[in-house]
């Protein structure tokens, strides 16, 4: 069954269903990782998004229940030049998924890249394509958009018991290899909704901001809690996380024209000079900036890719140091923040 891709633009990229019946629609974007697809479309920070993968092949070598990041599906509509095996195709479909094989992915994201992010629809079985970008255009644009709510857990759990430091985690969209790959470093980790007061985040040794989707700026109760937790207990923000310590912080946040979404993004450490090929998946960053707690930067836009605040108990990465999946430069981070919270 035939299919398109309609943007806030008018343009349109015809394809083949491949996906769940019915239409999605979200913020069209475009992510270079060549493997990960499961991972990325369970990741909360795509929330409310169209992915279009940039691998020639999406789909190879199947899908394993090990490999979601979080309990379901959260991408809206997913696009493809080749989608192989039916495993994939119906993984997709059986979580409502609309999906197009056979789309012109290379002309798609050049275009994304010109002109930027924007406004779609993924109609999987045909219709109106003058009705579709109708409809699109009267949809939100993702700018101001605050979306933690609706991927937050709504209650307090534990993911692990016993550890040698005792933690907390703030989701607002955590993928489930951080949870990972912190219990994996010796830590007790317990999981709090997006919106958790700053005294019961300070009663744990540490503090990690998680990733997720959205504007950080609309976040207002979310920074002030941070404002008041900071200096209390160390904190380590991560994506999304470290957005919101760059507000709290009275640094800018402004909207990417078409995001960092990709497992070879290089990310410079000032202090050594080292490159860092990293995993990222952001739409918002942190204003470029010369001050001293700029630890990292970005080597595509020099926007701000990492943090620390010695006096303030806090440090940051834009990228992914979980890399899941992605490379493994970022890995020590983790465990180096773990190593030095169990040693204060």
């Known amino acids: 069954m035939t299919g398109f891709l309609a943007l806030e633009d008018g343009t349109v990229f015809r394809g083949e269903s491949v996906g769940a019946p019915g239409f999605a629609f979200g913020e ?17 920070s795509y929330a409310e998004q169209l992915l279009c993968f940039t691998a020639p092949m999406v789909g190879n070598y199947g899908v394993a229940k090990g490999r979601s990041e979080s309990g379901r599906a959260h991408v809206r509509g997913a696009v493809m030049r080749e989608a192989r095996g039916p495993a994939w195709t119906d993984w997709l479909h059986e979580r409502g998924i609309p999906a197009l094989t056979g789309l012109d992915t290379r002309s798609l994201v050049l275009h994304l890249r010109e002109e930027g992010a924007m406004r779609g629809v993924v109609v999987a079985d045909g219709g109106s394509v003058e009705e579709a970008v109708r409809a699109v255009n009267e949809r939100p644009a993702m700018k101001g958009r605050a979306l ?29 290899s951080i949870l990972r790959r912190l219990a994996g ?39 002030a809690a941070l404002r008041e937790l900071l200096g209390r207990v160390p904190v380590l923000g991560i994506c999304l996380g470290h957005q919101l310590l760059g507000l709290a912080t009275g640094h800018e946040t402004f909207k ?41 930067v970005s080597l595509y836009d020099d926007t701000v890719e990492g943090f620390d605040f010695p006096d303030l108990r806090a440090r940051s990465a834009q990228f992914h140091p979980e890399a899941g999946p992605g490379p493994h430069d970022a890995w020590p981070l983790l465990e180096g923040w773990v190593e030095d919270v169990a040693a204060a």
Request: charged share 20%.
């Open 148 to 176: 933690v709510a609706a991927v937050s857990t709504r209650e307090p759990y534990v993911y692990a018991d016993v550890g040698r430091v005792d933690l907390a985690v703030v989701d607002y969209g955590c993928k489930r």
């Open 256 to 296: 990417l024209p078409f995001g960092h979404r990709g497992a070879n993004h290089p990310v410079l450490e000032r202090a050594t000079g080292r490159v860092l090929v990293t995993s990222q998946n952001h739409g918002f960053a942190v204003a470029p900036s010369d001050d001293a707690e700029a630890t990292h």
């Open 185 to 223: 470093a010796g830590a007790a980790v317990t999981v709090y909704p997006h919106d958790v007061d700053a005294d019961t985040l300070a009663g744990h040794d540490g503090v990690v901001l998680s990733n997720g989707p959205g504007d950080p700026e609309p976040l207002h109760g979310e920074v």
């Open 28 to 44: 069209a974007v475009f992510a270079t990782s060549m493997t990960g697809y499961q991972e990325l479309v369970t990741d909360p």
